[in-house]
């Protein structure tokens, strides 16, 4: 009788446990399927996704909302890499791969603006506190948009939410300092890393910390810095992260959206060496408190032009040793605002 109830109780414990397996397994699968159906990337890679943290914050003594900063994971990897920036280019793309794929902040609060009617040019906005906080006593606020090639839909977006919205680019005929229907201001100027009249194509070109001189907003907090801009295969997004990160301006910035371009083959020396320098200035200021809350591919031409099914993983096949582009559109919320821009450029040391 006593082995009959040992057998028993053994059998009824190997079904409960049998039930908890599958009812943990069916969680697992549904929560992960939530995740990839409700996340703010879009890629159709999927598998090197992580749940983002979030940040619960707390009520600070004057009413406002401080968030807590997630802290930084190192990318994900199938393999020991070496050290970044020494490592061969297969692994420095696994690593670039792996950590614009690795959401840092879950943003609970966003909206998705402008683009075309495939989406192209269209940016994701975090409107939680402190990321996109009250206006009722603060003033507008300010919007710096770099690349629009006549598609103003995200900047007129912005506009309509009350923002002061400056657009630049100087490939364009519009007249500069025209003026749209939505408040948008034209600027016929591009970002460098130098100010010069007939610069890159002729065109004239500023720094940022020019930019906000001329304009007279050294005073104020950036609170949308988006990049969007072509040089040939690539972009000008580098010079901007490096002038944001050498001027101490990142700072000032609360959300900053670009577009990254990745250009091959990365067997290329220069080519491998704007992949490393990228990598390094997003973490240079992920260690000044930005957090990427949002990435996008940008595939939409191949899908029209080469295959409708067209994915991102068909560029990293062949980016190493061919003449093919990535894109990424990216953004990030500062946790570390810190003044002005005016007060952020004072304070830096020489």
Known sequence: MMKLNIKTIALLLCVLLAIIYVTWNLVYVTDLNALLSTANYQSEDMLLRLK??????????DGSFLKEKPAILEPLANRELKPAGE???????ERIWNYVYQRQYHCTDSKYLGG???GDGAYDLCVEKPFWPDRTDRGKCLVYSFGVANDFTFDDEMAKLGCEVHSFDPSTELADNSVRESGVIFHKVGISNEDDDHGFNGWRMR???TILRELG???RHLDFLKVDTDKGSTGFEDIVMQ???ETGLYKCVRQYSMEIHMAGPLTNSENLNRCRLLYRQMRTLNDGGWRLFNTTDNVRAAKVLVDPNYKQTMNRQHIVNYK???????????FDVSGTCQEVLFDRKP
């Open 87 to 93: 490592a061969p280019p297969e692994e420095e793309l």
């Open 243 to 245: 002038q944001l990160i």
């Open 116 to 118: 075309r009617e495939n």
């Open 217 to 219: 907003h050294q005073g």
């Open 324 to 334: 093919k582009v990535i894109l990424w559109e990216t953004s990030f919320v500062n």
């Open 207 to 209: 720094t940022l910390k």
């Open 52 to 61: 983002a943290p979030k940040s619960d914050g707390q009520i600070t003594s």
